[in-house]
């Protein structure tokens, strides 16, 4: 409709400057240091009050098991399914629409494909600090379990656990990089 192709202009109009690009990707990684504290509050808090099955934080420190936890997770951050799945979840969920909306052309010609192009270079932009949160919760959440990178590797960690230390790491990637719902 005409309504929807007026907000795609002024969606590419608003965001598709490169000093938006510039903000957007330095203001996402300021936060980074506000994550940590809120991570490692809550590592503190969770070793006081919850049992070592319920936690969901630790703090990392520089040994060798924790250096081997994050960069495991950072192997698992640059996984393609890994990496769909912590896509905008303002947009998650509803795949059909999703495939419908991506292929719908919405502006004429060039500047159809100068906006899609726009929308795929700032969620590249955000994954790479998406990815980076991902690994410190994802190596985070294991520590905090009991785990190792070797139990990982062995195949000693229930399924069950690496699939909700990663859906834990999702979430809290989308919201260190302000994309979740909320």
Known sequence: ??????????NLAMLGNAKTH???????????????????????????????????????????KDIDLLAWARVDAKDQDIQERMGFSGTTGNEARNAIEDNRQMLPGFLDKLAKGNRTLMEKEDMIWKRSEYARALAGFMKARGYTADQIHNGEV???ILEDARQYAIKEAQKATFNDSN
């Open 22 to 64: 510039e903000r957007n990707f330095i203001s996402t990684g300021a936060w980074k240091p506000y994550a940590a504290v809120k991570r490692d509050i809550s590592a503190v808090l969770q070793k006081v009050f919850l049992k070592q099955e319920q936690r969901t934080a630790s703090i990392l420190g520089t040994s060798k």
């Open 158 to 160: 229930p399924n069950g």
């Open 1 to 10: 409709t005409l309504g929807e192709a007026w907000d795609a202009w002024r």
